[in-house]
């Protein structure tokens, strides 16, 4: 069971994060003349994403499992 958990994980985080690089890529274009800093700080948001909604998930897993 703990691996269907992982999966699902994965897989909804990895939704997050995309989510999060396109809605600061897109809000980040519109404050900076060049593209490549955005591209980085959107990058970094999805990344933080993607790590919160899988530790969060691991988290809940684990409680899970325990009852």
């Known amino acids: 069971m ?5 999966v699902l994980a994965a897989v909804f985080s990895i939704l ?6 396109i809605i600061t890529y897109g809000e980040y274009l ?3 003349p060049d593209k490549k800093r955005p591209l980085k700080m ?3 948001t999805a990344l933080g994403a ?5 530790l969060l998930s691991f988290v809940i897993a684990i409680v899970i499992n325990l009852f």
């Open 42 to 44: 959107a990058t970094q």
């Open 30 to 32: 519109r404050h900076f």
């Open 2 to 6: 703990l691996q269907f958990y992982v």
């Open 50 to 54: 993607f790590l919160f909604f899988m």
């Open 16 to 21: 997050a994060a995309l989510c999060a690089f």
